[in-house]
């Protein structure tokens, strides 16, 4: 990737950002045929693309708030990324379970209506369930004055996995894809910009190169980049904080999963099945300044508590809580909204005065969408001949492929089929392929993205570290000082996930 980077004189597109709108930017550029450079500061899918509920979905919310169009515009593309990704990707039934007789009828109208918006992108129909069919979808559910529930279907995928595969499949159509690369500043000739000045982080060398149109997708990182370009503009996101706790399965058993319409902050609560474990949240906290690691708040954490407690048989307990993340996600200011649950979940596109293209907002379900604005007008800015977009048919990564290299490998290495640890699939084939294919190159990007561990169990990758350090070091050829150095940091940041 570096060696392509010194050879090009001009881009046709600079992407900053290597979240889920940049990294599906860099796919549908590269798929146009356009020169593409992407430049992340830390790994692909570090920030809130890696820290989603892990739900593709039209959104029940949004339908409740009336924004039709943004509904049927993510139930489409829903649609579009359970086809493109079947090997991440499945559908999830849902319950929304109600105490009250009237509200069954209440929720199942909407959600109805959520079935018919989809039209023959529908994942199943919906379904009033009684007392007794919605204790057997949720056993852990309280009984008490419970009517019956709702049953719908949604989408549910590996987030940050999609990251990487996104990445994958974009550097397969020849575009530059460079991870701990972080852009300090940008280059103009008199009003117009024309090019970015990055830091390799790893190395410490600086680069500056051209592009005829450069787009910022740097989710809550947005207004950092537009000060770049113009230090006087306002600011355009304001940071929403959510978290979610994530528990062993046998605490809350069934398939489905389970949302409640409304919490105390207007929210909804979910209780997903993901990966084996059960995932819990979310909030909505407004942030003053994003950072890359974002912690949970005390307050949140027992705001998740105690609103689970309130519906399940079983007390789920801080101790029951084997990770707990945080994302931010990037909403568009609005003047006069009353707090951030009520500010839009839809994506903005402006064009600076200088040419630089900022794509913010949305969310994972829409990334496809957002990545072909964003490459439509990058085409106009930069002057570029004009292509089609082919995303919405395109296969996203190439998983036989994988599995069938990492089987290969075992076969003639059995050593690569050690576990990472004894409770988990992960092998040591998978770190190798990780950094050999999928751009890894810190123990977290092995840890937190390319498998899941620290979401999943952040003791258990806490106390795996040395090891995939040890092996890592072998694979790369660094020394010891690198393999402590790494085992210090992830430690420290897999603190952050546990709640004592």
């Not at 798929?31 to 693309?49: H, I």
């Not at 190798?432 to 092995?446: F, I, K, N, T, W």
Request: proline letters at 3%; charged letters at 20%.
């Amino acid at each position: 990737m570096l060696q392509q980077l010194k050879q090009t004189a001009e881009w046709d597109i600079v992407i900053i950002g290597g979240g889920a709108t940049g990294l599906g930017t860099a796919l549908d550029a590269a798929t146009r045929g356009y020169s593409v450079l992407l430049l992340e500061q830390a790994d692909f899918g570090k920030g809130t693309s890696s820290r989603s509920t892990k739900l593709v979905h039209g959104g029940v919310r949004y339908l409740a708030q009336g924004n039709i169009k943004l509904v049927m515009e993510a139930l489409r593309e829903r649609g579009h990324l359970l086809k493109n990704a079947p090997h991440l990707t499945f559908v999830q039934p849902f319950i929304v379970p109600v105490y009250r007789w009237w509200e069954k009828y209440y929720y199942a109208i909407g959600l109805r209506m959520y079935d018919l918006l989809s039209g023959k992108l529908s994942l199943g129909k919906t379904r009033i369930l009684n007392k007794q069919e919605t204790l057997q979808q949720l056993p852990s559910l309280q009984s008490k004055q419970l009517s019956g529930g709702i049953l719908y279907y949604d989408g549910q995928f590996d987030d940050s996995r999609l990251c990487i595969e996104l990445a994958v499949t974009a550097a397969r159509n020849k575009a530059v894809m460079l991870n701990y690369c972080r852009v300090s500043a940008l280059v103009h000739e008199g009003k117009k910009i024309k090019g970015v000045t990055f830091i390799d982080t790893v190395s410490n060398e600086v680069h500056t190169v051209n592009a005829k149109a450069i787009i910022n997708a740097t989710g809550v990182f947005t207004d950092s980049i537009l000060q770049m370009d113009d230090a006087k503009l306002h600011a355009l996101v304001t940071p929403s904080q959510g978290i979610h706790l994530v528990i062993p399965q046998h605490l809350f058993p069934g398939t489905a999963a389970m949302m409640i319409p409304k919490t105390d902050d207007g929210r909804v609560l979910f209780a997903v099945p993901w990966m084996g474990k059960v995932l819990l949240g979310t909030t909505d906290t407004a942030v003053d300044h994003p950072e890359l690691e974002p912690r949970a708040l005390e307050s949140e954490i027992e705001f998740v508590l105690s609103h689970i407690n309130r519906y399940g048989t079983y007390h789920v307990k801080r101790s029951d809580v084997v990770s707990v993340y945080a994302g931010l996600r990037p909403l568009v200011s609005q003047q006069g909204a009353g707090g951030t649950a009520m500010l839009s979940r839809d994506h903005t596109l402006l064009v600076a005065v200088s040419g630089l293209i900022t794509i913010t907002g949305g969310k994972w379900t829409t990334y496809r969408k957002m990545a072909q604005d964003a490459v439509d007008n990058a085409a106009f800015v930069g002057k570029l001949p004009k292509q089609a977009c082919i995303t919405e048919n395109l296969l996203i990564g190439f998983p036989e492929t994988r599995q069938e290299k990492i089987n290969a490998w075992i076969q003639e290495n059995p050593s690569l089929a050690e576990k990472i640890h004894p409770n988990y699939a992960y092998t040591r084939a998978d770190v190798v392929y990780a950094m050999r294919h999928e751009l890894a190159d810190q123990l977290e990007d092995v840890l937190a993205r390319r498998t899941r561990l620290l979401f999943l169990d952040a003791r258990i990758a806490a106390t795996s570290a040395p090891k995939v350090a040890e092996w890592m070091a072998t694979e790369s050829g660094r020394d010891s000082n690198w393999q402590e150095a790494q085992i210090k940091s992830f430690q420290k940041l897999a603190e952050q996930y546990l709640i004592h």
